[in-house]
């Protein structure tokens, strides 16, 4: 199982960036797919999240207006495009996959990718 993250970096305030979490090794499609993010010296949070099909979504309140997630089941991938980004933005970027099976739960993360809001 695999979970790549890319497209972090620098970015000035009010700017954008495109983040991609390629998966592998696991069935994509029947996976609900997250994006948390963890800020210095903060806990990990929920940013955003898919349902397995798409329809669904779900934003923290700190990035509604703002973020928008994304996904292509048949590239197995999954996006984040932040637009308006904010220093407070700032942290480590990492995608999840999840599925609640009969059994318990399947958690599968990435490695994350940096994302630096800073003028």
């Known amino acids: 199982v695999q979970l790549v993250e890319s497209g972090g970096g620098l970015v000035q305030p009010g700017g954008s960036l495109r983040l991609s979490c390629a998966a592998s090794?696991?069935?994509?499609?029947?996976?609900?797919m997250s994006w948390y993010r963890q800020a210095p010296g903060k806990e990990r949070e929920l940013v955003a999240r898919?349902?397995?099909?798409?329809?669904?979504?779900y934003y923290a309140d700190s990035v509604k207006g703002r973020f928008a997630i994304s996904r292509d089941n048949a590239k197995n991938t999954v996006y984040l495009q932040m637009n308006s980004l904010k220093p407070e933005d700032t942290g480590v970027y990492s995608c999840?996959?999840?599925?609640?099976?009969?059994?318990?739960?399947?958690?599968?993360w990435g490695q994350g990718t940096q994302v630096t809001v800073s003028s």
């Open positions: 898919i349902a397995s099909a798409g329809g669904n979504t």
């Open positions: 999840n996959g999840r599925l609640q099976t009969t059994w318990g739960v399947n958690d599968y």
């Open positions: 090794g696991f069935s994509f499609s029947t996976y609900a």
